[in-house]
């Protein structure tokens, strides 16, 4: 059996309201939103709908959850892919996995296609000619290339990637007509954190001392995905010791064993 190439989400219940802070990149991709739903509005006036976006930020920031929300607001299907995945996976067979993503996409068009870590695959040709899946890599960027140029403006599938390193990948995808728009997701700052926990506090038994201004201030660096994870500590941590409702100390202590993750993390790379 042939291994999954790509995920196909017809019915993307995210929206943006799951993607708190981001004010800047959300308005940037209601955009997006706007010509999947109505694309008679910009093509009769003889605009040219964009085909493709670069999210561009530090992991855990939003991107991928921003892309699916976009689905989920224009109710267009969502086809997503990890570029490294995709590189590790495919062998000799990704450019033409390539072509059929992009043909089913366009099948079911209005849609968009999402390729996370997009660096994978469209790192500048040329360097690490020592790596020997290098030929397989370059082939699946032309075929991704081809793809894009090939596709009219009235196709309607729109590609979003990401990416944590916008300065390593080939300036090829960002010509006009392909990743011409890059949209940037930050690290949230602390009004933003305060937003960030108050929708992962959504679904849990809150005690009566929980401070979400507290929490967000003893939070700095921290991105939406670690906020996501002290909110799911905190909640096994008081599960746990037995209680009823996640108290604020059972905050603390998850916060502080994330940092002890964070820090364990950096010693790795470093
Ligand atoms: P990576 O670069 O590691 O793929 P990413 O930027 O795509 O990361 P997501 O996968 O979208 O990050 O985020 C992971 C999870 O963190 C989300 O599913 C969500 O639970 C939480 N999260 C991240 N950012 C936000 C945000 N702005 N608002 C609410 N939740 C967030």
Do not use: W
Request: aromatic share 6%; hydrophobic share 40%; charged share 30%.
């Amino acid at each position: 059996s042939k291994a999954k190439l790509f995920d196909e989400n017809t019915d993307v219940k995210t929206s943006f309201k799951d993607v708190a802070g981001l004010e800047g990149a959300k308005e940037e991709v209601q955009e997006i939103v706007d010509f999947l739903k109505t694309p008679e509005k910009y093509t009769s006036l003889g605009g040219k709908i964009p085909k493709g976006a670069l999210l561009v930020g530090p992991p855990g920031t939003g991107k991928t959850l921003l892309a699916k929300a976009v689905a989920g607001e224009a109710k267009v299907p969502f086809f997503s892919l990890s570029g490294s995945d995709f590189v590790e996976m495919f062998v000799g067979v990704g450019a033409s996995r390539v072509r059929d993503l992009f043909k089913q996409a366009k099948e079911k068009s209005p849609s968009i296609i999402f390729i996370d870590e997009i660096d994978a695959i469209g790192r500048a040709r040329g360097k690490n000619a020592m790596s020997g899946s290098n030929d397989e890599r370059e082939n699946t960027l032309n075929q991704l290339l081809t793809e894009m140029d090939g596709f009219g403006t009235n196709t309607n599938v729109i590609v979003l990637a990401a990416t944590n390193r916008a300065d390593i990948l080939d300036k090829a995808l960002m010509r006009a007509g392909r990743f011409d728009r890059q949209i940037f997701v930050d690290l949230p700052d602390i009004v933003e954190r305060k937003e960030i926990f108050e929708v992962h506090l959504r679904p849990i038994k809150k005690a009566e001392d929980l401070d979400i201004d507290f929490l967000a201030r003893q939070t700095p660096g921290f991105s939406g995905a670690d906020i996501a994870n002290v909110c799911n500590e905190a909640a096994l941590i008081a599960a746990r010791k037995g209680k009823k409702a996640v108290n604020k100390q059972d905050f603390l202590d998850a916060v502080d064993r994330i940092i002890g993750g964070l820090e364990k993390k950096n010693k790795i790379i470093t």
